[in-house]
């Protein structure tokens, strides 16, 4: 079955644990997204990648790291979380970028 | 100036009714436009792209676009309970060739 997975999908953490999301597709999708949702703001974009080792940042890259080692995995990194990274977090893919994007299911993260 | 903005709603229609959700944007050059549909709690999934100017059909969903006036609009024919949703209006630009932005949402509730 084509998906994208993510974990963990719920996550209570503290101030300044560093913490990782894992993301994984298996539809050999070249172009991998991050995005946070957050009440009246809809999604917005951390980061994205167009292939293996090339990533730039999105629209709120701030307090957040990825990489992109394999074609298939883009993990989420959070060296140092703060109550306001508090969110729900999607990873999505697609072929291309102007292509359909494939979400994943979301992780609720909470940092207390 | 959002760069795509949506009416947040929420916005209520009578079962069998036509539901009419609408999206402007900014960026005069953007090229490709989507509608997500996301059910509480879930992740969104796609229900309709475009890319050309006028309408596109599918099935009781029709995607309207109107690139001069800068202007995406979905109309869903014979509203069902099972509309209700949050719609994400979501568009790709040149100057964010990568980026796919979205607007707020706008939440649907179909009335029996």
């Known amino acids: 079955e084509a998906q994208v997975t993510q974990n963990p999908r719920y996550l209570i953490t503290v101030t300044g644990k560093k913490l990782t999301v894992t993301c994984s597709q298996n539809m050999n999708h070249e172009y991998m997204s991050w995005y946070r949702q957050d009440p009246g703001l809809g999604l917005r974009q951390i980061y994205y990648?167009?292939?293996?080792?090339?990533?730039d940042k999105g629209d709120v890259p701030e307090g957040y790291k990825v990489s992109r080692k394999e074609k298939r995995n883009f993990p989420l990194i959070l060296e140092s979380p703060s109550p306001n990274q508090t969110s729900l977090y999607f990873c999505?893919?697609?072929?291309?970028?102007?292509?359909?994007?494939?979400f994943g299911p979301g992780t609720r993260l909470t940092v207390t | 100036q959002k760069e795509v903005e949506q009416n947040s709603g929420p916005l209520s229609v009578p079962e069998g009714a036509i539901a009419s959700l609408n999206c402007t944007y900014s960026?005069?050059?953007?090229?490709?436009f989507f509608w997500y549909r996301q059910y509480s709690g879930k992740s969104p999934e796609l229900i309709m792209f475009i890319y050309s100017n006028g309408d596109k059909e599918d099935g009781r969903f029709t995607a309207q676009l109107n690139k001069a006036s800068q202007y995406v609009s979905l109309l869903i024919r014979d509203s069902q309970p099972s509309d209700s949703a949050t719609y994400l209006c979501a568009v790709i630009g040149i100057q964010g060739a990568q980026k796919l932005v979205f607007g707020q949402g706008t939440r649907l509730t179909i009335n029996p």
């Open positions: 999505a893919s697609s072929l291309v970028p102007g292509n359909e994007q494939y």
């Open positions: 990648s167009m292939n293996v080792e090339v990533t």
């Open positions: 960026d005069r050059g953007s090229q490709s």
